[in-house]
């Protein structure tokens, strides 16, 4: 079973990346959330996924994610009666992470139907399934309203920044924007990263 790649990104696209290993080319489904990540390293960077090895009599498919939690939450989905792999890569792509999480804690079924490809009853069973097991990965909300430092800090290190660079870029975001969620943090970060 493959559990993580690290390597150069040959090649991306909304659904799935090109990602060269020592030589070998690997071929991996992704979220888009997980996409747009990439997109900020850009092809022919060095990137780092979490991987779910997917393996069927006829089928051997990867499924990359940019976090561990999102790995997490896809295969918690993929364990959902009905829900196969590339429906929980839509419903990833469909919702980040951290609303999706909130939706299943409180069984809003509403805002789950409105993923594309998630109807009434599929709502209700990833609720139903889903309530108990995700509240580990949900507690994570609760604890921690706003992204913590070293995450950030982390993700730039895993794009191929310096540590040094990565505090004092991350600290500087802290204190023009504190209740900015992780993702415009990481941008605001990147930005004066590359002004460097």
């Known amino acids: 079973m493959i559990g993580h790649l690290r390597g150069t ?11 060269d290993v020592q030589g070998v ?3 991996v489904n992704v979220p888009l959330s997980t996409f747009y990540e990439l997109e900020k390293a850009g092809v022919g960077s060095e990137i780092r996924l979490y991987i779910h090895t997917h393996a069927r009599e006829d089928v051997l498919a990867l499924y990359g994610f940019f976090t561990e939690r999102e790995k997490q939450l896809f ?6 009666n009905g829900i196969g ?15 999706l999480l909130a939706a299943l804690a409180v069984g809003d079924t509403a805002r789950l139907t409105s993923i594309p490809g998630v109807g009434k009853k599929t709502a209700e069973r990833m609720v139903l399934e889903l309530k108990e097991r995700v509240q580990e990965l949900a507690a994570g909300l609760a604890t921690r309203p706003e ?9 730039l290190v895993n794009l191929g920044y310096r540590l040094a660079s990565a505090e004092r870029a991350v600290a500087d975001a802290r204190k023009e924007a504190p209740d900015a969620a992780f993702h415009e943090l990481l941008r605001a970060s990147l930005k004066r990263l590359s002004r460097v």
Do not use: F, H, T
């Open 9 to 19: 990104l040959l090649k991306s696209a909304p659904d799935g990346v090109l990602l």
């Open 25 to 27: 080319g690997y071929a």
């Open 147 to 155: 992204p913590a430092a070293d995450d950030l800090v982390l993700a």
């Open 75 to 80: 295969e918690k989905l993929i364990a959902v």
């Open 85 to 99: 792999p590339r429906l929980a890569q839509v419903i990833l792509s469909g919702m980040a992470p951290d609303d």
